[in-house]
């Protein structure tokens, strides 16, 4: 065996000298190497061999099949530079096309500039899982099984008995597993809800949400936070509004919107003639969920807030069309 691979070494070589034209080296190079090549018929017959044999005599084939690829890679360069030299049309001088070059998604982009604002702020920016458990979901975010605000969320409930995360606030309890007081967090993430899908709805959409606790934390330090945000991700000034609302895992609750940047609080059609847009929930962290994080609510508070990255971003670029993100047509995406 030894010897036949040598031997079929030595002929591949001498044959190979003596091509003239790619077809040729196709040929020749499925004498050897292919399906019924004359590399095969060894690999066929070690099987015949003892195992100690088998191993010795196999290493040595697969080296001459190894051997063999690279010979007729090489020779196949040699035709392909000699057929580009014959070509007189070809200028080999001449500058090629630059090919094309993908980039983020808008999605992402705008998601590294907001992150970048609350990192500026002395944020610390995390991730967090996308299937959850119900009890971080829900009820250590005092949202226990029978109570009428789990009707607010659509929830994809999996066979396991785990869901797929309606907001990103679980991620809020699992951080502060990890840390004490002062915190100040910033969680950007997917969301799942089972929504009708229209010109603002999608079923699958990104949040951000914010959590900040620490001694002697109010209401006008989430107020703030949240201009300087807003000013900061739109380049101008804005009014900052707070409106009474409810949620479970926050007390007061607040529903923040922003004086509207096509009329400048005149009032329009994008803002339905009230001169403000709504852009998130926020309120003051519900003692229980504080209990929940193992912070004691006479000493420390804190606020949180969330809202959908995709609202920010149809405003930042005039996108009326919650599904032009989601499409992947490239004329949209392209322009980003």
Known sequence: MQDLIHNVKQQAQAELQNVMSSDELSKLERKFLGRKGK??????????????????????ANSLKQELVEMFSSARRKFSSRALKKDSRLDLTWPGEEP?????HPLTQF?????????????????????????????LLNIPKDHPARDMWDTYYLENGLLLRTHTSPM???AMEKRKPPVRLLIPGRTFRHEATDASHESVFYQY????????ISAANLIATLKDFFQA????????????????FTEPSLEIAMSCLICGGNGCSVCKKTGWLEMLGAGMVHPQVLKNMRVDPEEY???????????LMML????????????GDLRFLEQF
């Open 301 to 311: 508070s804190g606020f949180a807030f969330g809202g959908g990255l995709e609202r």
């Open 172 to 174: 809020q309890l699992r």
């Open 209 to 216: 949400e914010g959590l900040v606790i620490d001694k002697c």
């Open 100 to 104: 094309s070059r993908g980039h983020l």
């Open 111 to 139: 998601m590294r500039r907001v992150e970048d604002i609350f990192m500026s702020m002395g944020f610390e920016v995390l991730d967090g899982q996308e299937v959850e458990t119900p009890e971080y979901n829900f009820d």
């Open 39 to 60: 590399v095969a018929e060894i690999m066929d017959r070690l099987k015949s061999l003892s195992a100690e044999e088998r191993r010795s005599v196999g290493q040595l």
């Open 316 to 327: 930042y670029h005039g996108i009326n069309e919650i599904r032009l993100l989601y499409g």
């Open 233 to 248: 991700l739109y380049g101008r000034e804005v009014k900052v509004q707070a409106r009474n609302s409810f949620f479970p």
